[in-house]
């Protein structure tokens, strides 16, 4: 009994929980009219997740549309110019469309497509995330809707006129201070003005579950990749990963992977005009929650953990990190 107790004291409960909490963050704060509509969603995201013709096409799109894998590069001027430390850089920018939003507007596409739904709708902000969900669209053969503030189409401009090109309709918005915050607003109102026939797809760890999942396991793929590559290029683990964070959905997809707990690796994440932080103390709604280990964790082989351990020990001076 002591030792079934001691277990399940161990244990990790999983993230999110059945209401989309994440810890104190996370769940749904809807209108009455919209609970149905994301009962939906949610039924059928669990449906589809584990579903092995939805993974085999998620793949398949990957590799031969994304152009995945997207490679690990060494960046060794960039790490001669910083005291030694070995960076190495996860070259998102090399996936079609030129940023890692793809990876779940593909997965949303394919969602809206399992759905029945015509429409996509979403917000943009710099435009990466319209261009990605106006080209998942254009493969579909759904509608797009973007909202955007009039703002962010002034300085985003060569972005509108790709989405325009992919056949997407950019929606202006107008009021406020133009910008991304009202974009989300104007794209929830048609959202809820259409919820039978499109799906909203929001392009970054926020908003209702089950989004925030939903954004977290299509960007798994960058964390997924980006470990094994690093694996193969240096027989080892990084000492810290590192990812910008806006929304989250970069660095999110990059943390859950590299965090797993057999071998968990520090991550840190930066914000504009701010220093680097721990991940767990601007964590996204995805994220885990739990203290990120001072020291890298030994492997479960004790000789593969002294081979580790003696490694660490003779490079202490030059870190290696990975960024995304």
């Not at 995945?68 to 070995?86: I, M």
């Not at 998102?92 to 593909?106: I, P, S, V």
């Not at 990605?132 to 669209?137: K, R, V, Y």
């Not at 254009?138 to 090109?165: T, W, Y």
């Amino acid at each position: 009994m002591a030792q079934q107790a001691k277990q399940n004291v161990g244990r990790r409960q999983p993230l999110p929980d059945e209401s989309g909490f994440f810890g104190a963050y996370g769940g749904q704060f809807l209108p009455p009219q919209l609970e149905a509509p994301f009962a939906e969603i949610v039924k059928a995201y669990h449906e589809i997740e584990n579903d092995a013709s939805f993974i085999a096409e998620l793949r398949y799109l990957r590799k031969h549309f994304q152009g995945r894998p997207t490679p690990v590069y060494h960046a060794r001027t960039l790490s001669l110019g910083n005291g030694g430390a070995q960076i190495y850089l996860k070259r998102e920018d090399l996936n079609h469309t030129g940023a890692h939003k793809l990876n779940h507007c593909m997965g949303e596409g394919l969602l809206a497509k399992y759905m029945g739904k015509k429409k996509v709708i979403a917000e943009t902000g710099a435009g990466q995330h319209g261009v990605a969900l106006a080209t998942a669209a254009a493969h579909f053969g759904l509608e797009c809707e973007i909202h955007m503030g009039e703002v962010d189409i002034e300085k985003q401009a060569p972005n509108v006129s790709r989405m325009q090109l992919l056949g997407a309709t950019v929606v202006p918005v107008s009021h406020g201070l133009k910008t991304l915050k009202e974009a989300v607003d104007s794209a929830f109102e048609a959202y809820l003005a259409d919820y039978e026939n499109s799906i909203y797809c929001i392009g970054s760890v926020v908003g209702p579950h089950p989004f925030p999942l939903m954004v977290r396991d299509f960007q798994r793929v960058v964390g997924i990749e980006a470990r094994e590559q690093f694996q193969e290029m240096t027989g080892d683990l990084p000492d810290v990963v590192e990812a910008c964070i806006g929304g989250g959905s970069n660095a999110i997809g990059l943390f859950t992977a590299c965090r797993r707990p057999c071998t968990p690796v520090p991550a840190a994440s930066t914000t504009p005009a701010s220093a680097p932080s721990t991940a767990t103390s601007r964590t996204p709604a995805g994220a885990s929650t739990s203290p990120a280990p001072t020291t890298p964790a030994a492997t479960p082989s004790s000789s593969s953990a002294a081979r580790r351990a003696s490694s660490r020990r003779s490079r202490a001076r030059t870190p290696w990190r990975m960024c995304s």
